[in-house]
């Protein structure tokens, strides 16, 4: 419990039998107020039924089960939701594959009592990346790079997933209107609230690569996250809304 509320952290997982124990006990033991929900889709490996096992002995546990895999994205839309309908005051995302340090978290939450969403960084002075393979390196600089410059968005890390958002933030938006599915959800949440004029706040982290299982990255999660961001960045514009504005007033046929 903080003063802004109770801490819920979403973690979402797909096939993370070998890593939701260790994760949810270093999580308890950083931050032991905080609750957790896993929002599992349906993991074939048997993590929705781990979570159910873990839950029935922790109080502090709860488990959405979705139907199928459908993206990270619809994942934490659905616990945001659950996390605003049980009235939570700061809902955080953690990936459950230990890339995020649990122990980091408080610094995080601290953060949060200054701003209206916190991103755990791995792009600002004091962040670092242990052990990801080159091709990922060059990939997550490449993103927010490209992001940067498309949005004119001065955030460093937009496409990373440890966070800490203010309840009431999330609330002011329409979770409707989110149809990103992969991991470009991660951007698109960060623009809305950074463009509605929101505090938004880069804290450094150590992003770990897993030890355990496989990443679910993707070549349609990055062709995904570059359709969306370009056109995020082109319609944006200086001019772009004068440019719709003139063409839905040109008479059709001119
Ligand atoms: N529920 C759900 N979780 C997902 C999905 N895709 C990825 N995840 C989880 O999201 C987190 C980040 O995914 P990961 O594969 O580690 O991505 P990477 O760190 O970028 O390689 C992990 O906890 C995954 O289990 C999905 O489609 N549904
Ligand atoms: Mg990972």
Known sequence: MTELGRV??????????????????????????AHVLVVDDSSPDGTGKLAEEIAAAEECVQVLHRAEKNGL???????????????????????ADGSHAPEELPRLL????????????????GGRVVNWPVRRLVL??????????????????ATGGYRAYRAD?????????VSSQGYCFQVDLVRRIWQAGFRVVEVPITFADRERGQ???????????????TLWGLSSRPGAARRRAIAARTPAGT
């Not at 994205?73 to 990936?95: H, K, N, T």
């Not at 004119?152 to 890390?157: A, K």
């Not at 993707?218 to 969306?228: H, K």
Request: hydrophobic share 45%.
């Open 73 to 95: 994205g619809q994942a934490y839309i659905a616990g945001f939701r659950w996390a605003l309908g049980a009235g939570y005051g700061i809902v955080v995302e953690m990936d």
């Open 169 to 177: 933030v999330l609330r002011t938006l329409s979770l409707d209107e």
């Open 140 to 157: 997550s600089r490449g993103a927010n790079l490209y992001t940067r410059v498309m949005l004119r968005m001065p955030v460093r890390d």
């Open 8 to 33: 819920l952290v979403v973690v979402p997982t797909y096939n993370e039998r070998d890593n939701l124990e260790s994760i949810l006990g270093r999580l308890r033991a950083a931050v032991p107020d």
């Open 215 to 229: 990443s679910k990255m993707s070549g349609s999660i990055v062709r995904e996250a570059l359709w969306r961001v």
């Open 110 to 125: 601290g953060a949060l009592q200054h701003a209206d969403l916190v991103l755990g960084s791995r792009w600002v002075r």
